[in-house]
């Protein structure tokens, strides 16, 4: 009877040291994939951005090219209603403020949202250019929705 008994006992440690492995590495490899899952999403929301930043730029260029603030404001609200973006702004070659759009918090996850945009995402500058010539800047903050 102490042999079953130490041969039942030495049988469950080494189903329990099994076990113990087997969630050991499970958990390594879900971690593994999670972080590079989540890398993968922000390189592609951050190439996303840069194509929204790009485009916007085109669109505004004659309205900062003449620093009239009321076309680069509407220009920019037209184009930022259509896309995920928290915050832009654009300001000319000196640095002064020339618009600045921020999309409405409606709920109380937009506020969570930006915040781990903030954390996982980088925010882009763009230079706007008119023949050749820097003569702006746009600044663009995803609203991390994607």
């Not at 469950?12 to 076990?19: A, G, H, I, K």
């Not at 925010?123 to 609203?143: F, H, K, M, R, T």
Request: aromatic content about 6%; hydrophobic content about 45%; glycine content about 4%.
């Amino acid at each position: 009877m102490l042999k079953s008994l130490s041969k039942n006992s030495l049988a469950s440690v080494f189903d329990r040291m099994n076990l113990t492995i087997a969630l050991l590495a499970t958990a390594l490899v879900a971690s593994f994939v999670t972080t590079l899952g989540v890398s993968t999403l922000r390189i592609y929301a951050e190439d996303n951005l840069l194509l929204i930043a790009r485009s916007t730029s085109y669109a505004v260029e004659a309205a900062v090219f003449f620093r009239d603030s009321e076309a680069t404001r509407e220009g920019l609200a037209v184009i930022m209603q259509t896309e995920r973006v928290a915050i832009a702004t654009i300001t000319d070659i000196d640095g002064k403020l020339l618009a600045q759009w921020e999309q409405p918090a409606n709920h109380m996850l937009d506020d969570f949202k930006r915040y781990l945009a903030e954390v996982l995402q980088r925010s882009v500058e763009q230079p706007i250019e008119s023949q050749g010539n820097v003569i702006g800047y746009l600044s663009l903050q995803a609203d991390g929705e994607k």
